[in-house]
């Protein structure tokens, strides 16, 4: 079974400029998710979609965007990239059960702003 | 913002020794996990303990979980080389909101 998988693995962008990360989740997962976790920190919580809808939202600036797409795949956009959006951001995908079981996590996706 | 805070935020011991970690958060919570990050890479889950537990183990792995004082401990026992690596509690709320703490950054030195 093919695990959480997250491109592209390095993305390299200047100040200004628009990031699109993509996410692909476990087969059967409709619950994805997206971290942000900034050098030497812990994960901050950014996104959460579930069967095409967004459910909840961390506290990040409007310009943090996403989508699912119908077969749950998803996308992270930012927009007006800050050099403080560096960092690698994480995508987990779930079961539609709240989490019961525990989330699987992609390899991340760094994104370095110069 | 973040749910868990976990301590020691680092924490260096010898090959063979047990490891505690703890964690600490704030609201009721449905369930709690605990996830390992090697430097990097994704988490990967260890092991989940729900609300109505007290302990769980998995290998050489046990979890607590003292919903009364919100904390919960990760004992890893008999430690290796290969557990250096980065671990993080995180707290699951009834809507699904799942916020992880700052982590502990455990060194085992062969």
């Known amino acids: 079974e093919a695990g959480v998988t997250q491109s592209p693995t390095h993305l390299i962008k200047t100040r200004g400029q628009q990031a699109t990360l993509r996410c692909s989740p476990i087969s059967g997962h409709t619950s994805v998710y997206w971290y942000q976790q900034a050098l030497g920190l812990g994960l901050q919580f950014l996104l959460w979609?579930?069967?095409?809808?967004?459910?909840n939202r961390g506290n990040f600036p409007p310009r943090f965007s996403g989508r699912q797409f119908p077969n749950y795949s998803s996308e992270l956009n930012v927009n007006a990239l800050e050099l403080e959006d560096s960092a690698l951001y994480l995508c987990?995908?779930?079961?539609?059960?709240?989490?019961?079981?525990?989330?699987?996590f992609g390899s991340g996706t760094r994104l370095t702003v110069v | 913002s973040q749910q868990g805070e976990e301590d020691p935020q680092a924490l260096s011991i010898q090959e063979g020794e047990n490891a505690t970690m703890n964690c600490s958060y704030k609201t009721s919570i449905n369930n709690l996990q605990w996830y390992r990050q090697n430097s990097g890479r994704g988490l990967v889950h260890l092991i989940l303990?729900?609300?109505?537990?007290r302990e769980k183990h998995s290998g050489r792995l046990r979890v607590t979980l003292d919903t009364s004082k919100k904390s919960s401990s990760l004992l890893i026992t008999a430690s290796r080389a290969a557990d250096t690596a980065s671990y993080f509690c995180a707290t699951v709320r009834n809507n699904n909101d799942m916020r992880f703490g700052a982590g502990t950054r455990l060194t085992v030195k062969p």
């Open positions: 303990i729900r609300s109505n537990e």
């Open positions: 987990a995908s779930s079961l539609q059960d709240r989490g019961r079981n525990g989330y699987t």
């Open positions: 979609y579930d069967e095409g809808e967004e459910r």
